[in-house]
């Protein structure tokens, strides 16, 4: 595209698309898809132990406050940007869904999950904190949220300054596996079990990587005072006033469900002043999975969107200019500032980009990233046919208009591979190759495959 021609496609996408801060995000169960990895500020992880209102977080409430920061998180990890302005808005129906709840008719005629959910929300805007703010030079004084509001079918909410400014800090930060807390909350245990659970499972999280921390045998040693896990566990001083109640009752059953749910290893000694015991000493074994930052990371951004969001916006725009692409994808009577919004969302999935690659290298799209998705996704839906093998292989020869590069080619002969390996086809190591010529492949041509075999050692089709 001419220069001139990309000026006037950005001014006009800067008339078209607002280049601001997100206005609204709504949390959508496509996008948990993408989120392997749960990514927390360790003040917001702890923000418990800064509580003024004495109120106490049940499970519900931890559902909620999580549902919330994960929406923030998918947001960070996307590269889109939200301020006190953003409204975020999560629909019940998907709460229900993430958390495996109820949400049918008779859900709804009974009613029970709505007044749980609204009395959890009411006590959440209720929240009240006294912290330091981000340069840790003043006190601030705020709840989770600036304000909520809801109805039967939505929760709106917006963070207040101070803990965005803590939710996009790339620092000082606890992960896990988004995973382990989903089976944690799906357990059949009470409620306010599970979120004694889930807070005791992000706080040892938090010292799993401080290596003064580890003991002799590899175990992360965390101790916790008695006060301080009471209060980030939202109980009462005088609730279980004695120490074989705490332990039995509360700690032995979380770190049994740790076990089970999140296949975390945990042990707990008693902590003494005295006679008197004043906290627990927690022995944790984690796996070698929950310990690798990168690993976790680089399988999480094989799921990221394939554009970033000035693509996104920028295509969204050339998309819709499109005549064909616009009289298959526009719906009737859209405008178009509706229609180029409708597709900067829809491009943040890389199925949907997939589906629209043809258009897309129309108006000037191309990517490696692109490239290597489709592989993953006609080897993903090649193995499950008979055909599998061929399926593969006909992909690459109908290549059509798509970029074949080394990285591609590399890609298929491991998803061939892979496949053989799955189908329990033992044979003598192979002769056979594999090459594709690299360089755009363009029409009338095909990709060339070269299999140079013995008859020993042939490919099943």
């Known amino acids: ?30 996008d948990l898809e993408r989120v392997a990895i749960v990514v927390k500020n360790n003040t917001i992880l702890g923000m418990e ?11 519900l409430d931890v559902q909620v406050l999580s549902t919330a920061l994960l929406a923030a998180h998918i947001l960070k990890e ?14 019940i129906a998907n709460f229900c869904q993430i958390w495996r709840m109820p949400s049918d008719s008779k859900a709804r005629r009974n009613g029970n999950i709505y007044r749980d959910l609204f009395n959890s929300v009411s006590r959440l805007n209720q929240r009240y904190f006294r912290y330091p703010d981000v340069s840790r030079t003043r006190l601030v004084e705020s709840g989770y949220f ?20 803590y939710l996009m800090k790339r620092n000082d930060f606890t992960w896990y596996f988004l995973e382990n807390v989903l089976k944690i909350q799906d357990s059949g245990n009470a409620s306010a079990l599970k979120s004694y659970a889930i807070v005791l499972f992000e706080n040892l999280h938090k010292m799993k990587n401080f ?50 749910k999140a296949g975390l290893s945990c042990q707990i000694d008693n902590v003494f002043k ?17 310990l690798d930052f990168s690993a976790a990371v680089s399988k999480q951004k ?12 920028n295509f969204a725009l050339l998309l819709s200019q499109h005549t064909t692409f616009a009289s298959i994808y526009k719906n009737n009577g859209e405008e178009d500032r509706a229609f180029i919004t409708r597709l900067v969302k829809l491009l943040m999935n890389n199925d949907r980009v997939a589906d629209f690659g043809d258009y897309l290298a129309a108006v000037g799209f191309s990517s490696r990233k692109l490239d290597a998705f489709l592989v993953e996704r006609h080897a993903k839906r090649s193995a499950d046919n008979e055909h599998d093998l061929q399926g593969l292989l006909d992909f690459v020869d109908g290549a059509g ?55 020993e050692d042939t490919l099943p089709f």
């Open 302 to 313: 094989i799921d990221k969107p394939i554009m970033s969001l000035a693509q996104r916006k």
């Open 211 to 260: 290596q003064n921390n580890k003991n002799e045998n590899g175990e992360t040693e965390v101790v916790f005072e008695t006060s301080k896990l009471k209060k980030l566990f939202g109980i009462d001083d005088d609730s279980y006033s004695r120490h074989i109640d705490f332990r039995k009752k509360v700690l032995d059953r979380c770190a049994l469900l740790l076990e089970e």
């Open 49 to 59: 132990e800064f509580g003024e209102d004495g109120l106490a977080l049940n499970g």
């Open 1 to 30: 595209m001419a220069d001139k021609e990309v000026q006037v496609a950005e001014s006009r996408l800067d008339l078209a698309v607002n280049r601001d801060p997100l206005r609204k995000y709504t949390l959508e169960l496509h």
């Open 401 to 455: 208009d798509d970029i074949v590069n080394p990285e591609f080619k590399d890609n298929l002969v491991k998803k061939v591979l892979e496949v053989r390996k799955a189908r329990n086809i033992e044979k003598k190591p192979s002769k056979s190759k594999i090459s594709v010529t690299p360089g755009v492949v363009v029409e009338g041509q095909s990709v060339e495959i070269d299999l140079e075999a013995n008859e």
């Open 146 to 165: 600036a304000y909520i509001q809801y109805n039967k079918s939505v929760i709106e909410f917006g963070f207040p300054a101070p803990i965005i400014d």
């Open 78 to 91: 996307r590269g889109d940007v939200f301020t006190a302005n953003t409204v975020f808005s999560i629909p």
């Open 274 to 290: 005295g006679k008197n015991v004043t906290g627990y000493k927690f022995r944790v074994k984690f796996s070698n999975r929950d």
